[in-house]
């Protein structure tokens, strides 16, 4: 109880104790109440009625002012409600953001109307790809760490084999907090890109290293573990050399970008002022972090070009949430609920439930501000993405909010306007021509699902954690794979590495662990009974057997998208997350087993996607 209290106190209610409930109640109803009409209003596939709310029943007349998207001139006209109070618009208006007002003797009330398809757009045929997270592809080039230049590196040897997109785990900007933690899904911001991923590596920048600086790229070259606190150093101390030239003298292409895209500013002065102690460091840092962003916005839309050239679509994530302390959470700190956290309800897997460590966006504010935020992540990240994953797709039905203090399991549901969510996904997907995967992994009540398939996103089938008779009724509209990246490699999950690990950690206890490798040990024993009937798997049944009979049999699904973790592809055996662990588990700072120049070079890996592709073609 006392949970609910204090989410209700976020949530803008005047109440200090339950028994001011019954005041606070009616005080929020006769806020609502004077709406004439709520805050949007979605219009879905054409429709034309507006539903207006009932405290203008009685009136007979109406004035009405819309403002189509990319208009000057306002349309005016006078109508009469309905009996059902709702009011017909006179003429059917196009798909986009529209702002309408309606006045009744004196009182108005102002509208965004988003008209937009009722399904998001989608693939007009099954497609496969590889998926890696960008810090963990390496080349020669690299300074320890993947880069942009290295995933359209990747993109086009996989086009060679027929692959349809390559997909990485979110590319935006690292949370430089006193902690580091490299988690990729509590980015600085949604809307800009990571510059850890820039490409520095050029001839002239290289004539212009000190001795130290090539001393310090050998050492994260040589790391086993992706060192991005020196990573960031040694960029940051390159940008600082080549900064104030490519900004005020040099580079007419960096000059002429930043000029027309004057957000970089601002989000580079935030940046600095972050870090920097005195006027003279905020000025450099500034300067520093405005051309990496530049670079990095060039570089990633250079990229996308590229693989698109190449028949290859970018698949893009788009975390839930943001860091608190980041740029985000500053610039539209007016929707995000300070105090509390979201997270996720104990089950089976966590009985204390999880705080993800993120703030929620407040329900009715997001609403109140047009979605502002919320549409330019997903212009952001269609930019450049040909298929967007969106993380925890429940989100956009309820979130799971945990006031600070309190344990995971002391939290409160919170509902969202799912479907006006849906409209902007919708709309924004059909303009940038992007389909869009829903993250429904999980306890999913079947309403979302429904809503997933009803709009047109994809959902996901993870042979590692669902059932495998389940992947004879999967709709067209689905990804397929084997796992995930929170989830172990093939062969871990085929050897039980991550019960292991997580009984090693002090996750389960003996019990539990042992449980788990029993359940474990029937689900391979079904998966090769199954690939043995479907005549996928030969006689000799090595972990490399198993792995390829597994991709020929989600390959020849129905599904509309098959994933293929590039790493299995060698076996790996490491995770690059433990759900539930944080920066003391090592999670996200896993490098590749192979280069890039090594496993393009691989013949089996070569004839193993070459299979893939032509199981694809001939399941088409």
């Known amino acids: 109880m006392a949970s609910l209290l204090k989410v209700l106190k976020a949530l803008g209610a005047r109440l200090d104790t339950l028994s001011d409930l019954e005041n606070a109640y009616r005080y929020r109803l006769a806020q609502l109440e004077s709406r004439l009409i709520e805050p949007v209003v979605v219009l879905f596939d054409g429709a034309r009625s507006l539903p207006v709310k009932s405290n203008v029943d009685s009136c007979k007349r109406v004035e009405c002012r819309l403002l189509l998207e990319g208009e000057r001139r306002v349309k005016s006209w006078f109508a009469e409600l309905k009996e059902n109070r709702t009011l017909n618009l006179p003429f059917r208006i196009p798909f986009g953001y529209h702002r309408f007002e309606i006045a009744v003797e004196g009182l108005l009330s102002k509208a965004l109307i988003i008209s937009a398809p009722s399904k998001a757009y989608q693939l007009k045929s099954k497609i496969w790809g590889v998926y890696i997270p960008l810090y963990a592809l390496y080349s020669k080039r690299s300074w320890g760490a993947g880069t942009y230049n290295d995933l359209l590196t990747l993109s086009r040897w996989v086009s060679k084999f027929g692959a349809g997109f390559v997909g990485t785990t979110p590319l935006l900007p690292l949370n430089p907090n006193h902690t580091f933690d490299p988690s990729p899904y509590t980015p600085f911001s949604k809307v800009f890109w ?294 172990p490699p093939f062969k871990a999950y085929l050897e039980g590495r991550d019960i292991k690990l997580r009984f090693k950690m002090g996750l389960i206890d003996k019990e539990q662990a042992e449980n788990e490798i029993t359940q474990r040990t029937h689900q391979i024993e079904e998966l090769r009974q199954h690939l043995k009937t479907a005549k996928l798997l030969k006689k000799s049944q090595s972990e490399k057997d198993l792995l390829e009979a597994a991709l020929k049999l989600l390959a020849l699904s129905k599904a509309k998208i098959l994933l293929v973790n590039l790493e299995d592809l060698w076996l790996e055996e490491e995770a690059h997350n433990i759900p539930g662990t944080g920066v003391e588990a090592g999670n996200w700072r896993k490098r590749a087993k192979f280069s890039i120049e090594q496993f393009t070079n691989d013949k089996d890996i070569a004839k193993l996607l070459n299979l893939l592709s032509e199981y694809r073609k001939d399941n088409d």
């Not at 250079?302 to 698109?308: D, G, I, N, V």
């Not at 993380?391 to 399991?409: C, F, N, Q, S, T």
């Not at 079947?446 to 996103?457: K, M, S, T, V, W």
Request: neutral net charge.
């Open 194 to 487: 990571s510059e850890f991923y820039v490409d520095l590596n050029t001839p002239s920048n290289l004539r212009k290293l000190s001795h130290t600086l090539k001393q310090r790229i050998k050492e994260v070259n040589a790391s086993k573990k992706v060192d991005y606190e020196n990573i960031i150093k040694i960029k940051e101390l390159v940008a600082a050399n080549l900064a104030e030239e490519a900004i005020e003298n040099g580079d007419h292409t960096i000059k002429r970008y930043i000029k027309e895209h004057p957000e970089l500013e601002e989000y580079a002065r935030f940046r600095a002022s972050k870090q920097a102690s005195s006027n003279k460091e905020y000025e450099a840092r500034f300067k520093q972090h405005l051309y990496l962003q530049t670079l990095a916005q060039l570089q990633l839309k250079h990229l996308a070009s590229q693989t698109k050239k190449h028949g290859v679509k970018l698949y893009l994530d788009l975390p839930l949430g943001c860091s608190p302390d980041g740029y985000d959470a500053w610039r539209w700190s007016n929707i995000f609920v300070k105090d509390v956290y979201v997270g996720a309800p104990p089950d089976s897997f966590f009985p204390k439930g999880q705080n993800w460590g993120i703030n929620p966006i407040h329900p009715e504010k997001i609403r109140e501000e047009g979605y502002d935020y919320f549409i330019q992540c997903i212009q952001h990240h269609m930019r450049f993405a040909q298929i967007l994953r969106l993380d925890h797709v429940m989100a956009l039905h309820r979130l799971y909010w945990i006031p600070k203090g309190a344990g995971g399991d002391e939290g409160v549901y919170v509902e969202y306007n799912a479907e006006e969510f849906y409209a902007i996904i919708s709309l924004e997907s059909h303009r940038h021509r992007c389909a869009v995967i829903g993250e429904n992994l999980g306890t999913v009540p079947n309403y979302i699902n429904n809503a997933i398939q009803r709009h047109g996103l994809i959902g996901c089938f993870i042979l590692q954690i669902k059932p495998l008779a389940a992947l004879q009724n999967v709709s067209t509209n689905t990804l397929t794979a084997l796992n995930t990246h929170d989830m």
